[in-house]
């Protein structure tokens, strides 16, 4: 091929990548904005949201018949529907309460500051023979973050509540530590659980910048308040401190499940491995194969059920930061500058 042609296909595919990459930064900054107005404008403090699940079954099964029932049909549902709620407005009362809480995991657990909002409100409210449901979905991340998390859930626990995990897609590592809390964990079928380990890792480039007759300089008071480094020399020493600090923190993760699910076979399933939802099940990680969905459909029969979910408040540039965070987190999942581990 021509010299010519090969320099202005390089010059095109550099073009391209620079608009490609301007396009999802502006589109980037844009829906931050956007989010940032939504969430209220001048607002200090987030916003609850309370939705009643009962209500907006019916209203989508009455759509339903709507659709596909005669006038007859209708008139005949209308009437049915018209005495259920007669016969509950007299027992609403004393009718079983379910609140239901979401916890969507990134690697650092942001959502904890939203979930520990709606704990502190639910001990509030919640009467006897109420329960709380938790939709879990999170494959781990930092140790503070999921640590603190299964600490808001343990609230709920240590009033006397009873506090029910449903995992429909994943809760390894820091997630199921979430999820051993609850006294009853649900999952679907091929649901990923487990994964009862700590990982850390990093990339070394002193030998890179040695070659560059590049210096670094590292100063520490403290033999190991530096373990190891990204662009220092790591010792063996440091190595070996640092895989102490690792065993440590499985260890204590370990007797975290021990107390929160005593059966448990930690010995066979603290390894770091993972399994789909029906082999949990004989492995005594979950205590059902079943559904979120087909969870609550059961409990909207004999209880009202309400979704709870506070949105907190966030400035642009806590937007724009944890965005990039995530970004980053996409690109080399598991980097860590520091001595804390994942779980």
């Known amino acids: 091929m021509h010299p010519f042609f090969q320099n202005y296909g390089l010059f095109l595919a550099k073009t391209a990548t620079l608009t490609i990459a301007i396009?999802?930064?502006?589109?980037?900054?844009?829906?931050?904005?956007?989010?940032?107005?939504?969430?209220?404008?001048?607002?200090?403090?987030?916003?609850?949201?309370?939705?009643?699940?009962?209500?907006?079954?019916?209203?989508?099964?009455?759509?339903?018949?709507?659709?596909?029932?005669d006038k007859a049909g209708l008139k005949q549902e209308r009437r049915r529907?018209?005495?259920?709620?007669?016969?509950?407005?007299?027992?609403?009362?004393?009718?079983?309460?379910?609140?239901v809480l979401d916890f969507d995991g990134d690697l650092g657990a942001?959502?904890?500051?939203?979930?520990?909002?709606?704990?502190?409100?639910?001990?509030?409210?919640?009467?006897e023979g109420d329960e709380v449901l938790l939709r879990l979905e999170s494959g781990g991340g930092t140790i503070p973050g999921y640590g603190l998390a299964a600490s808001q859930l343990s609230r709920i626990r240590d009033r006397g509540f009873r506090l029910t995990i449903s995992v429909d897609k994943i809760a390894a590592s820091g997630g199921y530590m979430m999820a051993s809390v609850g006294q009853?964990?649900?999952?679907?079928?091929?649901?990923?659980?487990?994964?009862?380990?700590?990982?850390?890792?990093?990339?070394?480039?002193?030998?890179?910048?040695?070659r560059n007759d590049i210096d670094f300089e590292l100063h520490t008071a403290g033999e190991f308040k530096r373990t190891l480094t990204m662009f220092?020399?790591?010792?063996?020493?440091?190595?070996?401190?640092?895989?102490?600090?690792?065993?440590?923190?499985?260890?204590?993760?370990?007797?975290f499940l021990a107390e929160n699910r005593p059966k448990l076979a930690l010995d066979h399933v603290a390894t770091?491995?993972?399994?789909?939802?029906?082999?949990?099940?004989?492995?005594?990680?979950?205590?059902?194969?079943?559904t979120s969905d087909d969870f609550l459909l059961e409990r909207?029969?004999?209880?009202?059920?309400?979704?709870?979910?506070?949105?907190?408040?966030?400035?642009?540039?806590?937007?724009?930061?944890?965005?990039?965070?995530?970004?980053?987190?996409?690109?080399?999942?598991?980097?860590?500058t520091g001595n804390n581990g994942m779980v």
């Open 23 to 69: 396009s999802v930064l502006i589109t980037f900054i844009v829906a931050a904005i956007r989010a940032s107005r939504s969430d209220g404008g001048s607002e200090a403090e987030g916003r609850f949201r309370i939705k009643h699940l009962n209500e907006r079954i019916e209203r989508h099964a009455w759509e339903i018949n709507e659709a596909i029932l």
């Open 81 to 99: 529907l018209k005495r259920e709620r007669r016969d509950a407005k007299h027992a609403a009362a004393q009718k079983r309460r379910v609140f």
């Open 110 to 127: 942001s959502r904890v500051s939203g979930l520990r909002e709606e704990i502190s409100l639910l001990l509030q409210v919640l009467r």
């Open 184 to 210: 009853r964990i649900i999952a679907a079928p091929f649901a990923i659980i487990g994964s009862i380990g700590v990982v850390a890792q990093l990339p070394n480039f002193n030998r890179l910048l040695r």
């Open 232 to 255: 220092g020399e790591n010792t063996d020493a440091g190595r070996e401190k640092f895989r102490e600090e690792l065993e440590d923190a499985h260890k204590l993760f370990k007797s």
């Open 272 to 290: 770091g491995e993972h399994w789909y939802g029906l082999r949990a099940l004989n492995l005594g990680l979950i205590d059902e194969v079943r």
């Open 300 to 336: 909207i029969k004999e209880c009202e059920v309400f979704e709870l979910h506070y949105r907190p408040r966030r400035s642009l540039s806590e937007r724009l930061s944890q965005g990039l965070a995530r970004l980053r987190a996409g690109a080399m999942p598991g980097l860590l």
